[in-house]
């Protein structure tokens, strides 16, 4: 009898993935459509100019930013045009012959030796030797936050003390008291899988989140802790309340930006995996409708060398599971005529 009710069950289950799943795929975009970390149209004709060995569409841009102060693209377009970079560099070097004292070739080329030191067998060894190309991005001009963005990266690497990373935090606040990459450089430090704590990484996340600015991604910050703690193991009770409090805030920090939305995608696929992990599956289906056509690499590289696949096969992992949970037909209520004290 048990037997015949588990298998009564699965063939329940089967069906209802049948009937629901194609009505779940509205408003998300087909297989094909779906990028992995597409270009904004501010960013796109500076790679496409750089693919042919053309820097001045980049060095505008970035001139752009500078002098406006959108430390925040900044941030992103330095990141986008040194990974670029790495692959294909002549432009880049051809930017910094042409004007080496330039603070945004500075910050690019700064940001494409940290990322190559990274991948490095000897990282700390070679992140050392990038120390002067960041103290020169940080020179070319004072007010801008991404090279210490950088320097907390860095010191991340090289194993710096608490009191050395905090003095790179100080400068980097003094900038930009609610930049995202900071913010991000200094949980990372601060968690466990660096010189930190679990507690300590969630009590800075939530710190900052409460102190930072109305529509700043800061307050998305906790549900980057709680991806932390997901990695490290099944959470306790307490750990998972907390995880859920990240989710939901991050959530509505995810409703006050437009789907598709570029900017907030990041945070929206990170969102994405800790409600997997938590199980909230029509919260993360909401989630996938919401960043549409917009995969990023991170968090799926984690866990894969094709992040866009792993994007798509949790996409549709998660229409499954909802469509699994939903009535198999639509109840009807019968109502008394009589009414119920007749």
Known sequence: M???????????????????????????????????????????PAL???????YEPAAKLLATTRESAEWENRDRYVMRLAAFADKRDGWLADWVRAAPHDPDALV??????????????????????????IDAAAEGDPRDPVPWRLALDHARGTHATHSAFEALWEQAVRRSSHHY????????????????????CFDFAEQAAQDTLPGSLVQALPVRAAFTQLLSGEPTPLQADRIDRAADLAIAVSAQYEPGDPWPAEVRNLLVYVLVGRGRWAAALEQFRLIGAHASSFPWTCFTDDPLGQFLETRDAVKIQVASEMPLRARTVHSDPC????
């Open 108 to 133: 690019v080329k700064a940001e494409l030796a940290v990322r190559r030191a990274w991948e490095s067998p000897a990282r700390a060894e070679r992140l050392r030797e990038t120390g002067p190309l």
């Open 2 to 44: 048990v037997r015949t009710m588990s298998l009564l069950r699965a063939l329940i289950s089967t069906v209802r993935m049948v009937r629901h799943t194609p009505q779940l795929a509205a408003g998300l975009p087909p297989d094909d459509a779906v990028l992995l970390d597409a270009p904004d149209e501010r960013l796109a």
């Open 339 to 342: 009414g119920h004290y007749a």
């Open 48 to 54: 496409v100019s750089a693919a042919v060995g053309e």
């Open 181 to 200: 990459g900071c913010h991000v450089a200094a949980l990372q430090f601060l968690s466990a899988q660096w010189y930190g704590s679990h507690r300590e």
